[in-house]
């Protein structure tokens, strides 16, 4: 089973590709992990992260060779999940020439829909282990730590990613809205799309994936 994953920011997406990832065996390819894996020795590393310092979009041609490259690789025969690609629909374009020089194939395309509200209260209130990366959030209730910005496993205090800030959180929203929902429609008319309801906990939406997956395949 090959898969596209899409979603707008604090919507659990890299959550539910770990599950997928742990239950079906799906190797997750993550544009941002390709781009952050580039040598930062190499003039191309070097240029990678100087854009991503500033918060910049690295050109098209980079990440489509980057995801070409991965995507030849033998590990991705037993299935793959593209987390995060394609964001708009150039990429979309550029992925589905990649796709069929290398004879391979996406089955569904999965959109984790969360509204801006449901998405903020996830970013501002979400605190992490610095010890054992344990993610927690005080606004949600999910998973929200016994002793206020304490860990519970650690008892060492809770931080925050610089990231997890509202303006943060309205330039990706925003992102997504204008570029990325054009995308979704496209696998819509494809007939490969199955929404999700991601404003519920990440079992919640799995089990949701899960009860579609096995009507498809009935």
Known sequence: MNLILIAPPAAGKGT??????????LVCISAGEL??????NTELGKMIRDLQSRRELVDDKITNQLMKERLMKDDVKNGFILDGYPRHMPQVYAVEEI?????????????????YETALKRTIGRQICPNCKQTYNRLTGVNAPLVENMC???????????????????VGYNFY?????????????KGILIELDASGSP?????????VIGSKND
Do not use: H, W
């Open 177 to 189: 809205l204008e570029n990325t929902i054009p995308v979704v429609e496209y696998f819509r008319n």
């Open 152 to 170: 519970n496993d650690c008892n060492v205090e809770l931080t925050k990613r610089n990231d997890d800030n509202e303006e943060t959180l309205k």
């Open 16 to 25: 539910l590709a770990s599950e997928l990832n742990e239950k079906y065996n």
């Open 203 to 211: 079992e919640d939406t799995m089990l949701q994936l899960q009860k």
């Open 99 to 115: 796709l069929e020089e290398l004879n391979l194939k996406v089955d569904y395309a999965l959109v984790l829909n969360v509204d």
């Open 35 to 40: 781009l952050r894996g580039v040598d930062p």
